[in-house]
């Protein structure tokens, strides 16, 4: 009997000195992973009593933010509805200060005393989110890396890069798996896809299963970077995979990468990572390659503004770009933290920049300008920029580069270089960029649901793999545009380019015409249609509008006709002289732009009509 009494008095001794209390306050907690990096906590005081969160808001000035009045927190699978607050009225907008800063204090009642991390919602629906909030004071950026196989996680890359796969293939897999990974984050993966002819893949989010898991298949034919965006519309991941056409790999995303992200706006507003953390791993033939290329970006940072001076000519310009590739050159071959794989593959991006810098001086000489007088998108004079490259600096900058090297498929420029004008112009053999270019043609003409033979033939010569994998996207592209009805498109009016604007208005005299310059690929394009599109039935339902869409042949066919089924109005798809033309008349800087025309034909550009507010009040009043 009185051992067993001692027994128990042991037992409870051990509990009472090993357990947990989150009393007291916790500065600066450990946040596992957010939806945005606006809003964080600084602070907690935990009591018998309440919960405080001391929060912060890094935003716009002048902008409005709020606190939606159903905040809550969950501790445990237990929900604490916001109780009151302090600095700020639950429900009302603030206006942010010049500061871009605003403090104040959010209480709710007490939880649990052993209690080791707590979430934050606005809602169960849309809003600020934050998950894992850290009550322990022990929590660090490790938390779920050792979810990850221990191969993957290995610090030894191979010695040398594999030389670039060209093989088609329509199954090369990416089996990816999000590390604390919530249902509340999303049940859609978002993921991009960049190959040798563009990004795809923006638009074709995939389901992910309770465990955090998706799946996505692609057809490549030489290596592709796939990308993990994350989900829908703000939960953001990061980590990336460099695939051979064919193989399976797995790709480990931490989803506390966006917690990072959100203490480190919240503690000093830039965003910096711990030099250990690596928020993806993967496996593959190119596995964990990203990891070793190291904290310095031995790159051109072209648009940076602080890249050249616009008012150079092409010998300065030739000699300034040169002189940089050297010195970063230098830079990367003296940088012992480097592995030999690393090394290898900063020298190829370095060499891409270089191939970019060449072919596209003058609109990175243009930003240059734009930068300076900050005034972007306002006409710019050729003139202005009067950098243009002789046959002689042509051939400095093709001194450097190694035209044959199949590592530049592997670039981070690859997708961007394969324009080989300048080269020939200069009588310079382009090397594989003339397989990019062949490709590129013929990609682009199978995008939309057009066959070119002479471009297939030819890059057949140089890749059969590419060629066939053009070839396999053209039979689908044509396939999903004939299972569409091209009733939908509305022909496009005889008409000499300059004299086509008012052919497409002519018939709706009378009325008031809202004409939408826009494109598929275009995200704040189809942003705006979205919000746009209930108007019509909403605020703006009347017989008396008129909607007219121009888009032009750079949105493929297929997608394109996937799309307007669900725009209520009249569709153009005009060619590039046709476009030109229309951007001329006026004076059209970006999309989406707008054209009002009025009962009388009058046509006026109004590209304040982005503003979705002043886009309804306009309607409104004309009618």
């Not at 052993?114 to 909030?133: M, P, R, T, V």
């Not at 380019?497 to 052919?503: G, M, R, V, Y």
């Not at 888009?551 to 030109?580: F, W």
Request: charged fraction near 20%; aromatic fraction near 10%.
């Amino acid at each position: 009997m009185k051992k067993t009494f001692f027994a128990l008095c042991a037992a409870a001794l051990l509990a009472a000195c090993s357990s947990f209390s989150n009393r007291g306050e916790i500065d600066r907690p450990f946040i596992e992973t957010a939806n945005q990096n606006y809003f964080s906590i600084e602070k907690i005081a935990v009591t018998d009593s309440s919960t405080i969160l001391y929060a912060v808001v890094h935003y716009m000035p002048g902008q409005w933010v709020s606190i939606a009045d159903s905040s809550f927190i969950t501790a445990d699978g237990i929900d604490y509805t916001l109780a009151s607050t302090e600095g700020i009225e639950a429900g009302e907008r603030v206006t942010m200060p010049d500061s871009g800063v605003i403090h104040f204090a959010l209480h709710f009642p007490a939880v649990a005393a052993d209690i080791e991390s707590i979430d934050f919602a606005e809602s169960k629906g849309s809003g600020w989110k934050l998950w894992g909030i850290d009550l322990t004071g022990k929590a660090d950026h490790r938390i779920n890396i050792g979810k990850v196989p221990a191969e993957l996680r290995r610090a030894d890359p191979e010695d040398t890069l594999p030389q670039p796969v060209v093989a088609f293939s329509d199954s090369t897999t990416v089996n990816v798996h999000i590390l604390g990974y919530r249902t509340e984050m999303g049940d859609k993966f978002m993921w991009a896809l960049n190959t040798l002819h563009g990004q795809i893949g923006v638009d074709s989010p995939v389901d992910v299963d309770a465990q955090g898991n998706a799946t996505v298949k692609v057809a490549i034919s030489a290596p592709a970077q796939f990308i993990g965006i994350g989900f829908y519309p703000r939960t953001q991941l990061s980590g990336s995979a460099l695939l051979s056409p064919g193989e399976t790999v797995d790709l480990y995303l931490d989803s506390h990468v966006a917690g990072e992200w959100n203490m480190s706006v919240r503690d000093s507003s830039n965003i910096e990572m711990p030099k250990d953390y690596y928020p993806y791993f993967v496996s593959g033939t190119y596995a964990n390659s990203g990891h070793h290329t190291g904290r310095a970006y031995y790159g051109m940072q072209f648009y940076s503004g602080e890249f050249g001076d616009y008012r150079m000519n092409g010998d300065e310009y030739t000699e300034y770009v040169i002189n940089l590739y050297k010195t970063l050159g230098d830079s990367l071959a003296a940088d012992s933290s480097l592995s030999p794989i690393g090394r290898e593959i900063n020298r190829i991006n370095l060499q891409s920049d270089l191939i970019y810098a060449a072919i596209d001086a003058w609109n990175i000489l243009r930003s240059n300008y734009y930068c300076t007088h900050n005034n972007w998108g306002s006409k710019v004079h050729p003139d202005t920029v009067p950098v243009k490259l002789s046959a002689e600096n042509v051939k400095a900058f093709a001194d450097l580069i190694d035209f044959k090297d199949s590592n530049l498929l592997i670039s981070r420029n690859a997708r961007d270089i394969y324009d080989t004008s300048l080269w020939k112009d200069a009588g310079i053999d382009p090397g594989i960029l003339e397989l990019l270019n062949l490709y590129n043609q013929a990609y682009e003409a199978a995008d939309d649901a057009r066959l070119d033979t002479a471009a297939i033939d030819a890059l057949r010569k140089l890749s059969a793999p590419m060629a066939d994998e053009t070839e396999a996207h053209y039979r689908a592209r044509k396939a999903a545009l004939e299972a569409l009805d091209l009733k939908m498109l509305t022909p496009t009016p005889d008409a000499a380019p300059d004299k086509l604007f008012e052919a497409i208005v002519a018939p709706h005299r009378g009325k008031v015409v809202m004409v939408d310059f826009w494109n598929t690929w275009c995200a704040p394009c189809r942003a705006a249609i979205a919000q746009n599109e209930p108007e019509k039935s909403g605020d703006l339902a009347s017989d008396d509008i008129v909607w007219i869409y121009i888009a032009d042949e750079s949105s493929p066919m297929p997608t394109y006709m996937s799309m307007i089924k669900d725009i209520r109005g009249i569709h153009y798809r005009v060619d590039k002289d046709q476009i030109a033309a229309l951007r001329r008349q006026f004076d059209v800087d970006s999309i989406p732009y707008y054209v009002f025309v009025d009962r009388n034909g009058r046509a006026t550009g109004r590209p304040d009509l982005r503003n979705h507010a002043a886009f309804k009040k306009a309607l409104q009043k004309a009618l």
